[in-house]
């Protein structure tokens, strides 16, 4: 079946620091893969994305690259900020589109 | 900004009382879901319709009922609340067959039942 696997967190850096947050997936076929960040009483808001084999997906300094040899999408940030602070979900869209599969999430919190 | 919208964002209520969340949606998609989120961070889906009249049980056990009678709207009942029931629901939608798209989420709504 199809799960998503992510780094426990929570995680705690300093501001400007490098961060990583892994993620691992098992699926079948060729599923599309998303980063999600959710800040403090809010929903979740889509990332980045990437959809084959060797994509990199990228915004607001972040990125992740889908790596089908290892199954893996992990995000990293060459500078975190304090605005950074949030918790992020890795997620998995079947082939078909129609389930997507979220991990457990990783709380961030980025201190000054 | 957002293009689906959950009402109310907080919500205190005493046991027993029926309550109904709103989720709606201007996008025109035609896949909806409602997730409940626990303290401890992690989605657990409870109710999703793939169209206007069809809605099914996700797949965590819930209390809770659904409806789809209109595309752009998916309201969630809870007839009777208990303080089990106390989480954040988040709403959201996606097209479908939606590979490269992801989900558009609501703000979600604070439910704490006393």
């Known amino acids: 079946g199809n799960s998503v696997t992510q780094m426990e967190g929570p995680v705690t850096l300093s501001e400007e620091a490098f961060l990583t947050i892994n993620c691992t997936y098992t699926a079948t076929g060729y599923p599309s893969l998303f980063w999600y960040v959710q800040y403090p009483g809010e929903g979740l808001q889509l990332l980045l994305k990437a ?25 990293e940030k060459g500078s975190v900020q304090v605005s950074d602070s949030a918790v992020y979900f890795c997620a998995l869209s079947d082939q078909s ?10 709380s961030l919190t980025v201190i000054p | 900004e957002a293009d689906i919208y959950q009402t109310p964002r907080y919500l ?24 409940q989120q626990d303290p401890g961070m992690e989605l657990h889906l409870i109710h999703y ?24 709207h998916f309201p969630l009942t809870l007839e009777s609340a208990r303080p089990s ?3 954040q629901y988040l709403c959201a939608s996606s097209e479908f067959g939606s590979l490269a798209y992801g989900y558009t989420f609501g703000s979600g709504t604070r439910l704490t039942v006393v």
């Open chain 2, 12 to 35: 205190v209520i005493g046991t027993g009382k029926k309550i109904t969340l709103e989720c709606s949606q201007t996008m025109g998609h035609d896949k909806m879901y409602w997730y």
């Open chain 2, 49 to 72: 319709s793939y169209g206007v009249n069809s809605t099914e049980k996700g797949d965590l056990s819930s209390e809770s009922t659904v409806s789809r009678i209109r595309t752009e």
């Open chain 2, 85 to 87: 029931h106390t989480s």
């Open chain 1, 97 to 106: 589109g129609n389930q997507f599969y979220f991990g457990t999430g990783t």
């Open chain 1, 51 to 75: 959809t084959k084999a060797d994509d990199k997906g990228s915004n607001k300094g972040f990125e992740a690259t889908y790596r089908k040899e290892t199954t893996s999408f992990h995000l």
